[in-house]
């Protein structure tokens, strides 16, 4: 069974950074474009970052272009999203996910874990 968890959220001071994990079981993520999404309360969903699975090329949104990097660790089948210098406005649940389909939009999702940036 294909499966994605998150690790790495927590309560951080404005500046400061964390590294969210996302470890695949069931599935190669190597194979695989993956995605961060974020989401708060009373707002959609919304992309990070992602990183393909033909050439391991990124994407970032704009709001933390510069600030967050995505990489991979094939050996362990995981995917991370370093943040650094966080803001307020980045508190929210993220997620990752995989287009396992390869149709263009995540087909697999993780459950989740919440990062939280005081000021």
């Known amino acids: 069974q294909a499966q994605l968890a998150e690790s790495g959220g927590g309560l951080v001071q404005s500046g400061g950074s964390l590294r969210l994990s996302c470890r695949g079981s069931g599935f190669t993520l190597e194979y695989n474009t993956i995605g961060w999404f974020r989401q708060t309360p009373g707002k959609e969903r919304e992309v990070v970052a992602c990183i393909s699975s033909s050439d391991s090329s990124t994407y970032y949104a704009d709001s933390v272009k510069g600030r967050f990097t995505i990489s991979r660790d094939n050996a362990k089948n995981t995917v991370y999203l370093q943040m650094n210098s966080l803001k307020p406005e980045d508190t929210a649940v993220y997620y990752c996910?995989?287009?396992?389909?390869?149709?263009?939009?995540?087909?697999?999702w993780g459950q989740g874990t919440q990062v939280t940036v005081s000021s």
């Open positions: 996910a995989a287009d396992r389909l390869g149709v263009g939009s995540p087909d697999t």
